[in-house]
């Protein structure tokens, strides 16, 4: 019962250098997201999907891209990477449009841009 | 603009102590309010979901309650393994399926 599974589980990256976080959930959710934690704050929305072939920005879309590539997969693109993207990044899953459903979230990726 | 503010940013009870964690929330129109436990190095889990103020729902030591500015979770009679940062999150109808998250209350229970 895997539920959300992020990989990396780390990476330390090079001011300017690209990566895509990747996010997959095995419960047939139909909404997925991403948030950034950084340290003492909460989570912050990046981006969501709330269904296949849709995404809209959250808080803090500036300096990311996504792609909902199916149901199952979400995936975060740093194009060009900054230190202030240093960060924990969660995925997260919820069952329906999102609206009024708790999320479930992944382990997290540490992403470290120096 | 939705706002989520938590307190204490940190609270350190010894075993048995009970306690109480505030959420104060600013939103237009609240389609829920959510808990979450966040344990070090791990992604937040689900406690508890509240719709509308007088609601209570509980889960072992843990009761949540809400009024229509803030929330309570109160634990009673804590563990050390209910030690985990405490986060607060709300939706609102004007933000239908963004969670607005506060900065979370850090719970340290000692033996």
């Known amino acids: 019962n895997a539920g959300v599974t992020q990989t990396p589980k780390f990476q330390v990256l090079k001011t300017g250098q690209s990566m895509t976080l990747q996010c997959a959930q095995d419960m047939n959710h139909n909404s997925m997201y991403w948030y950034r934690q950084d340290p003492g704050m909460g989570l912050r929305l990046i981006y969501y999907s709330a269904s296949e072939g849709t995404t809209d920005k959250g808080e803090v879309p500036n300096g990311y891209n996504v792609s909902r590539l199916n149901k199952r997969e979400f995936s975060l693109r740093l194009e060009s990477a900054a230190p202030s993207q240093t960060s924990v990044y969660f995925c997260?899953?919820?069952?329906?449009?999102?609206?009024?459903?708790?999320?479930?979230f992944g382990s997290g990726t540490q992403l470290s841009v120096l | 603009e939705d706002q989520v503010t938590q307190s204490p940013e940190a609270l350190r009870l010894q075993e048995g102590e009970s306690s109480s964690l505030n959420c104060s929330y600013t939103?237009?129109?609240?389609?829920?309010l959510f808990w979450y436990r966040q344990d070090p190095g791990k992604g937040p889990e689900f406690l508890f979901t509240l719709y509308s103020a007088g609601e209570e729902k509980e889960k072992e030591r843990l009761k949540a309650t809400l009024t229509k500015k803030e929330s309570f979770l109160h634990i009673t009679a804590p563990k050390p393994e209910d030690s985990a940062t405490y986060l607060c999150?709300?939706?609102?109808?004007?933000?239908?399926?963004?969670?607005?998250f506060g900065d979370g209350t850090t719970l340290t229970v000692k033996p």
């Open positions: 999150a709300v939706q609102a109808a004007t933000n239908a399926g963004k969670s607005t």
């Open positions: 939103v237009s129109g609240l389609r829920g």
């Open positions: 997260a899953s919820s069952e329906g449009d999102g609206h009024n459903e708790k999320l479930f």
